[in-house]
């Protein structure tokens, strides 16, 4: 069983359309991120929930909106899709919030035309 | 807020060669980890350092936390075909109100001429 585990792998769609990405980790931990990795490779924090509650929200467009339903699940949706949205978004889990090693998914690789 | 300095962006390197990668923090870390990601791949966890000078090892990679805990480093001795990817510091600091942030380097892409 994969630990952390998204999907879709590869999404493909027109600017303004909306999409979801959805993660599931089976590790029990506690807390959940979703990171976003550019062309260049960086790796950008966006949010991070823990136990189902919102405790880091980076400076992202309010047209992401994350959902957590339950504390192995972490959703993100956004809305009308711009050009400068693809990416590959990462999600991960960490045993507790303040708890080293974070284990990645394989990754989501949004592609915006 | 925390910054994360990581050089140097790119390395090549033949076989056999050395490799380094540094990275440096503008405060006092809780502690540093180190992930690789391959190509295509993601990011996977190699190791974290929590004391002041700690060395440690892992076969042909050794890593280093700086004395004064801002700083770290990478080392991988005769590298290998295998050893390509991107190699990632991602620093843990206290960011207040009794919780600690992770920040992320932005990584240094190692690449292996066989």
């Known amino acids: 069983d994969t630990a952390v585990s998204q999907t879709p792998k590869y999404l493909v769609t027109q600017m303004g359309n909306d999409k979801s990405i959805k993660c599931e980790q089976n590790?029990?931990?506690?807390?959940m991120y979703w990171y976003k990795q550019d062309s260049k490779k960086f790796l950008k924090i966006m949010f991070s929930?823990?136990?189902?509650?919102?405790?880091i929200n980076e400076t992202v467009p309010n047209r992401f909106s994350p959902k957590s339903p339950d504390k192995a699940h972490l959703n993100l949706h956004i809305n009308s899709l711009e050009l400068g949205d693809s990416a590959v978004y990462f999600c991960?889990?960490?045993?507790?919030?303040?708890?080293?090693?974070?284990?990645f998914g394989e990754g989501s690789r949004l592609t915006v035309l | 807020g925390q910054q994360v300095m990581q050089i140097p962006q790119y390395q090549h390197v033949q076989e056999g060669e050395d490799f380094t990668t540094y990275c440096n923090s503008s405060?006092?870390?809780?502690?540093i980890q180190w992930y690789k990601q391959r190509p295509g791949g993601h990011p996977v966890f190699l190791i974290q350092?929590?004391?002041?000078?700690e060395v440690k090892k892992q076969k042909r990679l050794t890593f280093q936390f700086g004395e004064a805990k801002k700083n770290s480093s990478l080392h991988i001795t005769a590298t290998q075909t295998t050893d390509v990817g991107t190699y990632f510091c991602?620093?843990?600091?206290?960011?207040?109100?009794?919780?600690?942030?992770?920040?992320f380097g932005k990584g240094t892409k190692l690449s292996v001429i066989p």
């Open positions: 929930y823990n136990n189902k509650e919102l405790i």
């Open positions: 350092l929590v004391k002041s000078g």
């Open positions: 991602a620093a843990q600091g206290y960011s207040g109100a009794g919780s600690y942030q992770l920040t």
């Open positions: 991960a889990s960490s045993q507790t919030r303040d708890t080293g090693e974070l284990f």
């Open positions: 405060t006092t870390l809780s502690n």
């Open positions: 590790l029990g931990h506690d807390t």
